[in-house]
């Protein structure tokens, strides 16, 4: 079942990416994890970048994502590129696809 669910996720990613429209655009925000979100005390482990990496590779339901300003959190296209970023401010440019609140990732790097 849970292999059918990976199935069907990746099926509706590749579906967002190729039917985008629209220029790409430039997100700031921190790299963070689904579990996690902003607050990551609740776990224990520290710094906020190792917490971030475990909570990725503790199960696959956790992804990396942004966390912008306005406390909005995104999954990354990209789950590779963002982990020697965790916990770090970047800018990443990419599309947001809204519906899915799945960010596509073309370009990502640390912010100022």
């Known amino acids: ?12 990613l590749a579906v967002a990416l ?20 902003a607050d990551h005390a609740h776990m224990g482990i520290s710094p906020d970048e190792k ?3 475990e909570c990725v590779k503790a199960g696959k339901q956790w992804k990396y994502a942004l966390l912008t300003p306005d406390k909005k959190m995104h999954v990354l ?8 970023f965790a916990a770090k401010k970047v800018k990443i440019t ?6 899915t609140g799945i ?3 073309d370009k990502i790097e640390a912010a100022d």
């Open 51 to 53: 917490c971030v990496r």
């Open 1 to 12: 079942m849970k292999k059918l669910t990976m199935i069907a996720t990746l099926a509706m």
């Open 103 to 105: 960010l596509r990732v």
């Open 94 to 99: 990419g599309m947001l696809y809204e519906k």
């Open 77 to 84: 296209s990209d789950q590779a590129a963002p982990e020697k």
């Open 18 to 37: 190729l039917t985008a429209q629209g220029p790409a655009k430039v997100y700031t925000g921190v790299i963070t994890d689904t579990m996690c979100g």
